[in-house]
């Protein structure tokens, strides 16, 4: 009898959930979002740096993403302080199109955060050390964190979300990433620039960029001309033209969940840079509503805010995973 009325009632909040998706979305749509939610999107094998603490740890290890250009390369340091100070392992990975993960057509959160779910189940954190992972993502990494959580929240005891909202922001082939990914492409295909060191193609990033950082981060997405005898000096180490095809499609600002259908209710903390945009307090409503158990950290800093305030930025999720663990 308790089974019997246990499975009726599971099938009269199915029938609530569905007629909610026909009310919010139009009857009879139930594929507003896709395949977002789905678990078979294909998925590549991603690179990754582990950062083993000195000692067997049964602790929850961290998994660490970085954003748009970036690599495993970028949470180095900030991985190694992390895993002595938490006493546990971190990984750092590299997401697909970047670093020395595969490149594939497709670049959008659900297949992000299907090759991070990948991941975390081969690993099998779990089984081995009985315990979730800690998800922490900046940027792209930071929503494709989020993604993961909404979609498989299983795999995660906790999100820590850097400098990044879980809504759409307007953009298109204008915005600042897409001239980034243009300039690149000259520096990597027009051969009437004649550009022959790093130090030229900085100066021919000056145009768009006025952040020294900043260009020397998109300059670490060169390496040197495999053929000698091309007037070209530089090839890309990303797929351009597929990150570009992205952009200007609004795969890395936009957002394709809503939270009428999902949301998750593990802890995700917020850490924001105070001069940035991306989690302004106009936000905070959709965080909430994607996900209730939040909390909202700030550090003095820009969007970049790991690499500004490397220190700081490890205190805080310290305090926070702790807090978070604490029994």
Not at 77 to 84: H, I, M
Not at 228 to 253: C, F, M, Q, T, W
Request: charged content about 30%; hydrophobic content about 35%.
């Amino acid at each position: 009898m308790i089974r019997t009325n246990h499975l009726a009632s599971k099938r009269a909040f199915a029938a609530k959930f569905v007629e909610r998706r026909r009310y919010f979305y139009g009857e009879g749509d139930l594929n507003w979002m896709g395949d977002a939610l789905s678990d078979n999107i294909k998925s590549v094998k991603l690179a990754f740096d582990k950062y083993q603490y000195k000692e067997e740890s049964k602790l929850p290890p961290i998994v660490m993403l970085h954003g748009l250009f970036g690599n495993k390369g970028n949470n180095r340091s900030v991985g190694r302080k992390l895993s002595q100070e938490l006493k546990r392992d971190v990984y750092c990975l590299d997401l697909r199109n970047h670093g020395d993960s595969p490149h594939i057509a497709r670049h959008d959160y659900p297949s992000l955060a299907q090759d991070v779910e990948r991941f975390i189940e081969n690993e099998e954190f779990y089984k081995k050390q009985n315990k979730l992972c800690v998800l922490i993502g900046h940027s792209m990494g930071a929503k494709t964190a989020m993604a993961v959580l909404l979609r498989k929240e299983k795999l995660v005891s906790m999100g820590v979300i850097v400098d990044n909202s879980p809504v759409s922001f307007a953009s298109a082939s204008g915005s600042i990433f897409g001239q980034y990914v243009r300039k690149l492409l000259d520096i990597t295909e027009n051969k009437s620039l004649g550009i022959q060191s790093l130090r030229e193609a900085d100066e021919y990033l000056k145009s768009i960029e006025a952040n020294e950082f900043t260009r020397k981060f998109l300059l670490t997405n060169l390496k040197r001309s495999k053929n000698s005898s091309s007037s070209i000096a530089y090839e890309s180490k990303v797929p351009l033209r597929i990150l570009g095809k992205a952009i200007d499609n609004g795969h890395i600002a936009g957002w394709p969940y809503d939270s009428r259908a999902v949301r998750s209710t593990k802890p995700a903390v917020f850490i924001r840079g105070s001069r940035s945009k991306y989690v302004a307090d106009e936000y905070l409503r959709d965080v909430g509503m994607f996900f209730p158990n939040f909390r909202l950290d700030e550090i003095d800093a820009g969007h970049w805010v790991i690499s500004e305030k490397p220190t700081e930025f490890v205190a805080r999720v310290k305090h926070w995973v702790e807090w978070f663990e604490e029994p």
